[in-house]
């Protein structure tokens, strides 16, 4: 399965080099799409337990039967690339995807359009819709 060593050397966010911030990236190359969960633990952190595949706190579901790296990069939110060619695959590091930490709410306090504190938990009980907008 994996060809290469299980970390490597990336730029930094911003697009540093070397002699200034970097970070270390796991990485998978693949020979075929199938996934050996032992490997994946050991280069990426994520297990495949019975709820699914697991890192710390978070567990996204699988499918039953073989580990397919496509489903598996769709679930996590991994990138995966492919050289058809040479029959190699690259599975990269997850980019947050669908796992939760939970599916509640966390309490926030932020002013209101007035200035004043407003607590969502004063909410509790409501339907409601949040936007939520980043300037970057």
Do not use: N, Y
């Not at 060593?5 to 911030?21: K, M, N, V, Y």
Request: with cysteine.
């Amino acid at each position: 399965m994996g060809v290469d060593p299980p970390l490597a050397q990336a730029a930094g966010p911003h697009g540093e080099r070397a002699g200034r911030r970097s970070f270390t990236v796991a990485r998978m190359i693949l020979e075929t799409l199938e996934v050996d969960p032992a490997e994946l633990a050991a280069r990426t952190g994520w297990e495949v337990k019975p709820e699914g595949a697991c890192k710390g706190d978070l567990c996204v579901p699988l499918a039953d039967g073989p580990l397919d790296a496509r489903e598996l990069a769709r679930r996590i939110g991994m990138p995966l690339v492919a050289d058809e060619r040479r029959g190699l695959w690259a599975l990269g590091p997850e980019s947050g995807g669908r796992a939760l930490a939970s599916a509640q709410m966390p309490d926030l306090e932020l002013p209101d359009r007035h200035g004043r504190p407003f607590s969502l938990r004063s909410l509790r009980g409501t339907r409601i819709v949040m936007v939520a907008w980043a300037s970057w």
